[in-house]
T-cell receptor, first 111, second 113 residues
């Protein structure tokens, strides 16, 4: 059973379109992180959200943590080819030291 | 800064062989971890360490051993390689524990024939 479910798993869009990727769980998380991974490289942290209802913006990327801290979303406005990559959410629960990942969403932005 | 360095970058093994994947970090991070990444599976935690001399199991520890004799190094050992262990392996490090930003290496691509 996957603790963190990401949807959609794949998305291919045209440059300029908007998109939202979701990260859902039936469990409460103390924090959620979003990473982006490009082919042949390790994941790179985009943002961490820790407070229920928190919204963070990173240029054209908007991240939201659900009020109940069971879900998160990533919205990209006016996607660009440079946004292409694998987007991963990851979280820790309670006092756990372990960081668990979702399966990821592979995004392709076509020029 | 080198960050997290993984060696080798690529490796091909035969079933039953053993090998050690190396991971070193130069950021004085206490927390280090090993993940494997398979198509459609995301990253799955193999083992982690909260400091020198302390290690613990993750989601998929079977077939792998780790040790942490220094803060800088966290090697992953495959005792008897199996085709199911064909994967891309990532090492990560951070301050504190898993809820802190993780710094990843570039991975080791391992094929078991």
């Amino acid at each position: 059973t996957q603790l963190l479910e990401q949807s959609p798993q794949f998305l291919s869009i045209q440059e300029g379109e908007n998109l939202t990727v979701y990260c859902n769980s039936s469990s409460v998380f103390s924090s959620l992180q979003w990473y982006r991974q490009e082919p042949g490289e390790g994941p790179v942290l985009l943002v961490t959200v820790v407070t229920g209802g928190e919204v963070k913006k990173l240029k054209r990327l908007t991240f939201q943590f659900g009020d109940a801290r069971k879900d998160s979303s990533l919205h990209i406005t006016a996607a660009q080819p440079g946004d292409t990559g694998l987007y991963l959410c990851a979280g820790t629960q309670g006092g756990s030291e372990k960081l668990v990942f979702g399966k990821g969403m592979k995004l392709t932005v076509n020029p | 800064n080198a960050g997290v360095t993984q060696t080798p970058k690529f490796q091909v093994l035969k079933t039953g062989q053993s090998m050690t994947l190396q991971c070193a970090q130069d950021m004085n991070h206490e927390y280090m971890s090993w993940y494997r990444q398979d198509p459609g599976m995301g990253l799955r935690l193999i083992h982690y360490s909260v400091g020198a001399g302390i290690t613990d199991q993750g989601e998929v520890p079977n077939g792998y051993n780790v040790s942490r004799s220094t803060t800088e190094d966290f090697p992953l050992r495959l005792l008897s390689a199996a085709p199911s262990q064909t994967s891309v392996y990532f090492c990560a490090s951070s301050w504190g524990t898993g809820n802190q930003p993780q710094h990843f290496g570039d991975g080791t691509r391992l094929s078991i024939l």
